[in-house]
């Protein structure tokens, strides 16, 4: 026989995550199942595939999905390299290298709208590049760095921000995977005469495999959300695949044509997360 | 006695209510709805009329779509409670349509002079459906340094009198003269993601090269149009597409001419008002195209104190009111005489362009279509058109057709008259 308290113990777990349970079933799965719905129906209320159909057509389409992929190809692999030599640098544990450490976190604590603004001012035709640039005599006007039927400058800018502002998220997995190894490892190298170049393909690279498949799989995945910052700095000049979301949504009010797009980036990174956790699988972790 | 007491304490609620429903005067308003507005509504617009008349107004703030379904369900139930109503002209229009509102011809408000393309636009057919309340509008501000390198016989008086002289070929002209002397392109638009850059394109350059805002999208004319944007096109500043409202470039000198939304040129006139003068658009050869977002002042057929009410619109269309309202929510007046009351200093600059402008005899005034989900749609067949023509250099002739089976698409489905 089972006692009245025996009774409620049983259900207090669940009692005890149904708050979370509810808010996500509200805040999560009911509008996880809307988007679907909106996706597969058209606006005459068939059910099929006819929004995927109007989106392929559009032009803008291509060119959002294409700038997405120029702007992952770019950016993730220069910000890889550069957190990387980053971090290798900071935990060679030098004099100050805290303050160097703070220093390179300072673009965590800003928004991507932030970032942007302040890209703003430095490249804009009156920011403070072009001002140093005239006031020094090396150009006589203003030099767009964005605007109007300069999108393939507008890019670089847009690269040159966002490797400042999330180059640091990067950095910061890194050096977290780079503080783990045990400095066993290296004392053993030492023994056995590696040089620092064995050293680095052969205990940090692999070791710190683990934290770099996370910082590239999240880096990636950012990567396709990328929005604010190419918003302020070209506007539409260079659609973007959540651009042209929040464009479709909150401009048009084409909510069908907002979440086909929403959905197309997220089967996008759900392939690219199953191919970075199939092929950069660590092995040694299997063990 | 308690009975007695009951009984009197009821008869004097019943009295009280029914005086009170007597002299309130509902004055249903889509306009002035944000908290901060409805304060200064009901706390000093309204307070001053009742201190005046003694008549009580109760101030309903309302979205169209439910002051529409009221005011269609009392008019035909002939239990009108609304006595009057403030609204945009294209909903006014809408309702005028459902004979839902009152002529108000007969009604005269002495002393004030209406600005006619306003006055002329609240006339449908033989119908006076409302008296023009307040307007805001798009209009070019100047810095003054421009009027140094005015192009060759056009004068300043040209431009801030809205002469026949002052037309886009002058604005061309102009541009390119400011070019060659600062290097640098001078005129600037919102072209930003959220600037109101398709305004200027569907309510500006359209109507005056074309005549129309839509209907004759795909036209000869607006041809003519798209080459002159292309002409244009390289004296316009390029951080333009970014650029959401025109106060800050114009005050950081980005720009020495810029085209925006009154509200969004307000700053920089109220930081440096000497600097700047508001101007008309210029105009095409078909006239002088410009957005005004006319708001009307309507009685409802079968409104109850209809005498009430005409004295509430003559006290909102007074020069003193029509001042407070524009200190306070940024609207501008609709009555001449409103121009000599408004102080000296930046609200002044504003007004004296917004009047002269609404005043232009060669006006071709727009207004925004109400194409409810598909105005999106709308703005963004003309941003396509200026991107692709203009900027990424597609043929005029299968872009404009292309889109204007859109246009005319939305039109049909929403159900509007092609404007």
């Known amino acids: 026989m089972i006692s009245l308290s025996q009774k409620k113990g049983n259900w207090l777990p669940y009692l005890l995550f149904l708050p979370a349970l509810l808010y996500l079933a509200g805040f999560v799965g009911y509008p996880l199942v809307k988007t679907f719905q909106l996706v597969f129906t058209s606006e005459k209320g068939d059910i099929g595939l006819a929004n995927f159909i109007t989106l392929t057509q559009d032009p803008i389409f291509w060119k959002a999905l294409k700038n997405t992929l120029y702007l992952l190809i770019v950016i993730v692999p220069l910000q890889v390299i550069l957190a990387f030599l980053l971090a290798l640098f900071v935990n060679s544990r030098f004099k100050g290298y805290m303050i160097v450490l703070y220093i390179i976190c300072i673009p965590l604590a800003l928004s991507d709208v932030s970032a942007a603004l302040m890209s703003y001012n430095i490249f804009s035709s009156h920011g403070f590049l072009n001002k140093i640039l005239i006031n020094s005599g090396l150009i006589e006007t203003p030099f767009y760095f964005f605007g109007l039927g300069l999108s393939s400058r507008s890019f670089w800018v847009v690269v040159l921000t966002e490797l400042w502002r999330a180059t640091p998220l990067v950095f910061v997995i890194l050096l977290a995977g780079l503080q783990v190894i045990s400095k066993e490892y290296f004392e053993a190298a030492d023994v056995f005469g590696f040089s620092s170049w064995q050293k680095f393909f052969h205990i940090t690279l692999p070791l710190t495999m683990p934290s770099l498949q996370s910082a590239l799989l999240i880096r990636t995945l950012f990567a396709f959300q990328i929005f604010g910052v190419v918003w302020l700095l070209s506007g539409r000049d260079i659609p973007v695949l959540a651009g042209e979301v929040y464009y479709q949504q909150a401009e048009l009010s084409n909510f069908r044509i907002a979440a086909t797009y929403g959905f197309i980036i997220a089967l996008i990174c759900i392939l690219i997360s199953w191919i970075y956790l199939t092929f950069l699988k660590t092995k040694h972790l299997e063990v | ?140 501000a100047i810095n003054k340094k421009a009027f140094q390198y005015l192009p060759e016989g056009l004068k300043i008086e040209d431009i801030t009198g809205a002469s026949a002289k002052w037309t886009y070929e002058a604005l061309l002209n102009w541009s390119k003269k400011l070019n060659e002397e600062f290097k640098v392109p001078k005129l600037g638009f919102p072209m930003g993601p959220k600037g109101l850059w398709h305004r200027f394109l569907h309510g500006s350059i359209y109507p005056s090269f074309t005549g129309y805002q839509a209907a004759a999208f795909d036209s000869v004319r607006a041809v003519q149009l798209w080459e002159y944007l292309k002409e244009l096109r390289p004296y316009i500043h390029p951080s333009s597409s970014v650029w959401e409202s025109m106060d800050e470039p114009l005050l950081k000198e980005e720009v020495l001419i810029a085209w925006d939304h009154t509200a969004r040129i307000k700053n920089a006139v109220i930081e440096k008002p000497e600097d700047f003068a508001i101007v008309p658009c210029p105009r095409g050869p078909q006239g002088r195209g410009y957005i005004t977002v006319a708001v009307g002042l309507a009685i409802p057929t079968g409104a109850p104190q209809r005498d009430n009410a005409v004295k509430l619109i003559d006290y909102l269309t007074s020069p003193a009111i029509q001042v407070k309202m524009l200190e306070n929510i940024g609207f501008f007046p609709t009555i001449q005489e409103a121009e000599g009351v408004i102080p000296e200093g930046a609200l002044k600059v504003l007004t004296n362009g917004v009047l002269t402008q609404s005043g232009a005899p060669d006006s071709i005034i727009s207004m925004i279509p109400s194409l409810g989900a598909k105005a999106g749609e709308f703005s963004a067949a003309y941003r396509d058109a200026f991107t692709r023509i203009v900027v990424e250099g597609a043929d005029i002739n299968t872009t404009i057709t292309s889109l204007a089976d859109k246009l005319r698409a939305i039109f049909k489905e929403i159900g509007v008259p092609l404007v």
């Open chain 2, 1 to 140: 006695m308690l009975k007695k007491l009951v009984v009197l304490l009821l008869l004097c609620m019943l009295l009280t209510t029914s005086v009170y429903a007597q002299e309130a005067l509902n004055f249903a308003s889509t306009q002035m709805v944000p908290a901060a507005e409805q304060l200064f509504a009901k706390s000093v617009l309204l307070k001053g009329f009742t201190d005046d008349s003694g008549i009580n107004v109760e101030f309903i703030p309302m979205e169209y779509p439910d002051l529409f379904t009221r005011l269609t369900a009392e008019v035909f139930a002939k239990k009108v409670t609304i006595s009057l109503i403030g609204e945009l002209h294209g909903g006014l229009d809408l309702m005028n349509t459902n004979g839902l509102l009152d002529d108000l011809s007969g009604i005269t408000l002495p002393d004030r002079t209406f600005i006619k393309s306003l006055a002329d636009y609240s006339i449908l057919g033989d119908k006076k459906i409302y008296v023009p309340w307040m307007q805001a509008t798009f209009v070019m």
